[in-house]
């Protein structure tokens, strides 16, 4: 086994002693650095702790690129893993530092970095929440057609109703424009209703009201398709040997090929 | 093939790339044409280009007249297609720019052309996008009796709970009206909260924080409604001739005893 | 038949042509008295209007003594009547005017007419929505339990995080009693929001964004409840003629007698 | 039968009369001394009654603390109550009180003592609610690892979103750190919506928006995962000799062809 395969061992994976004390350290070195970042925009943090700040920030990114460079070296396909989610990540996660030096601000794009903690699923082998996460994002991809369709359909509202509202309200009560109007009423119909703009007149009110129940019982629709993906995704679990339908869980034969199942409806 | 079946072709179909491409074009032309009202809305931005958004509005009606004219002319049905959804739509589209000649204000009514944008669904084929918004609006009405009551006991607390607010609170807080106080309770019971009007008594605070807690209770039911009626969709009309266990439409196999069923519906 | 009777089935039924036109008025008188009510309490109109808000509330209140006096005499059994939910609503809903005399501002109580409105599904035969309304409500009564544990559990978390950000926030920004801070909880914790109190030290944010992100989970809990109550008594309606078990509309055979149903799946 | 046993049968137990009293009068007197700590932070009442409230807090503590020495002393197994989720309650409900002598402020904690109701169910031998929490407790328990999951991704989102605005809109609108735009974006996603802090630039609302909708369709996850796991509460582990259906726990008569089951298992 030579250097780049015990690299690789170490870097990529996490059955050894090294390669869980390297993802260890790696996790909290990116919270950290996450944290400091976000310490920086507090103002008075800044200004009396900046240059340990900068430090710390130069340091983590050196560290970091020192890491993607070990992780492009040792990785089996480079290009595969440069491609990768992950691996794009990586990237994204260190040049705005760099970046900063061009174009002032833009080093507090590094939160990105927070995606790298994602990694913490995976490499401490928590099977049960990669299961978790691959069942929730299956049911979001199933509903993705219905979520979609709902959307367009929340658009068309919000549109219709912000521009009457405009025509309703006018400027006094913070209804300046459409755009703006529309704005309150995506505030609205989601319930989550700031109250900077807020109606003032009666016939205002009387419609943002009907607004609002409507928004209340449509509400009601995403939370249907996805429980629905997420109640039907739970029962299909028997999956047949021989032609891979997923069966109900209390199937004795399979529903498409008539293969008998071996019966696993004891979970 | 005369120019009306070939007009017809063009801009009711879209499986020939000039349908296609009208098609597109018109999506664009709508999209932009909603973009620039909302625009005109705003009002540093009228001030600048006013001129050139009174002529890009006159542009598109006129465009959008000149196509329902051909729409009629080319439809095989003219008068079903006038009376159908998108008939209605296309024409309400293009009155408020005329109708702005006669009354101030109104051509902002425009707005309603986004809702010709449902149209993409349909002209571009879009079956999987089509079959999820007749699941959803299937279950819909399913359950119209259902938010029919729901909403009438909505309205019957909502009216009960703002007069008691209003006797409660009296007008220092905002509670100036009966009207107003309801208005208050349906922001409050649909979570939406601006914080325009809110209890400053002690009793009142009390009276609001149960209005909340059963508000939190009750906005379970139309999710419950509309879950349950989406959850619904799989039918087991399918009766095995060995078992006699009802088998999912959708089966080709018993799936108690492994019998072939008589697959007859497919939908 | 004697007069009695023809006054039954006229106040009591809506099957005759009399008792329906009466019906419809007497649903349109309640509407309006209750709008009436509304609109006095709005200063601008009560100021204006006076003398006639007076005596059109007067004149709906006798109209309805009278005829809360003619629904006794005609009734079948009078104290039945009187002792049900639409008999003592009728009561309730004519006392306010009286007591208004004697005690001033009470006559907003009459708002409560509007409960009379229920009465619209009954007498127009709605059977549909009567039906809609039962299953929600057995729905409701079913989850009792499930659902008081959780309130209690509310009740709880809210207690004890509104006393806590009591001692983290400090009267500055609103939180200037334990009782108060419960309410801020309250609002928060059910994503009303109001605004009126918002935490404004570091550690309180802290602290509340915690709260909402469980409330936002918590959330899901009575929602899941009564979702779950829901779909399960829309599949149990096989009920057995020989032991009036509720089976599921799959079943062929009665789950707790084995007595064999008949099949009614076709729904 | 000792003075211990008789102690224990008092105090733990409620099927006596003299031990249904005590709980009864121990609920009376926990309820009554949280409302009171309550009553002492609201500063009218507290400067008008403060011996009164001092006098009655004490009283309170000491009789706490008596009967949590009683409790230690008549328990069958000392050590296992003091360890107990109740044993640690009782304990914790009495301290405040004395650490208020060393630290000002800290008697507030003894609001703790509301944890101490929960014993209302388990005392009162309400079965049903006790059956209910179990149901709720077993729901969120199964789905940890899916609302882990979850809240992780919430906690991604809340991080990157909550940047983005700091650097969209600057101090003006109160995106004054990141920290502070991260609890605003968790204030918006959750739709509590208090409105002290909100966008007021136009990409600000636009982005604004996006994430208000995005939120509307994310509050559908949390409700599927419990809704799933609440509808799931029905096992089918009985299989039919006969036809070998699986027949739910509870049925006598195979669903299917009316065979008798052997019914094993009652849950």
């Known amino acids: 086994m030579n250097w780049r395969e015990k690299l690789y061992i170490i870097i990529f994976e996490a059955d050894t002693p090294a390669g869980k004390a390297f993802d260890v350290a790696l996790l909290f070195a990116i919270g950290t650095s996450v944290l400091l970042v976000m310490l920086e925009s507090v103002s008075e943090f800044e200004s009396e702790y900046r240059p340990y ?3 710390a920030e130069w340091m983590f990114t050196v560290l970091f690129t020192i890491e993607y460079i070990l992780r492009i070296i040792s990785a089996h396909k480079p290009l595969k893993y440069m491609g990768s989610f992950f691996g794009v990540i990586d ?18 794009f590094v939160v990105i970095r927070t995606l790298r903690l994602l990694r913490v699923f995976r490499i401490l082998k928590l099977a049960k929440y990669v299961g978790a996460s691959r069942i929730i994002s299956e049911a979001l991809v199933n509903s993705k057609a219905k979520i979609s369709v709902f959307l367009f359909a929340v658009l068309n509202s919000v ?20 755009p703006r109007s529309i704005y309150w009423a995506v505030v609205t119909l989601t319930t989550v209703g700031y109250g900077d703009i807020a109606p003032s007149t009666v016939i205002g009110q009387f ?22 993906e997420l109640t039907r995704s739970r029962n299909f679990t028997n999956i047949c040997a021989n ?14 090929c008539g293969n008998k199942l071996e019966n696993s409806s004891k979970s």
Do not use: R
């Not at 990237?91 to 507090?108: D, E, K, R, S």
């Open 53 to 55: 700040l900068k430090a």
């Open 91 to 108: 990237l994204i996660a260190v040049i705005p530092t760099y970046l900063a030096f061009f174009i002032a601000g833009t080093h507090y």
């Open 159 to 178: 549109i219709i109703l912000g521009t009457l509202m405009y025509l309703i309200e006018g400027s006094e009560s913070g209804f300046t424009s459409i």
């Open 207 to 228: 419609l943002a009201s009907i607004i609002m129940i409507l928004g209340y019982a449509i509400i009601a629709v995403p939370t249907g398709i996805v429980t629905s």
């Open 243 to 256: 032609c891979a339908t997923k069966n109900d869980a209390n199937n004795n034969y399979c529903s498409n």
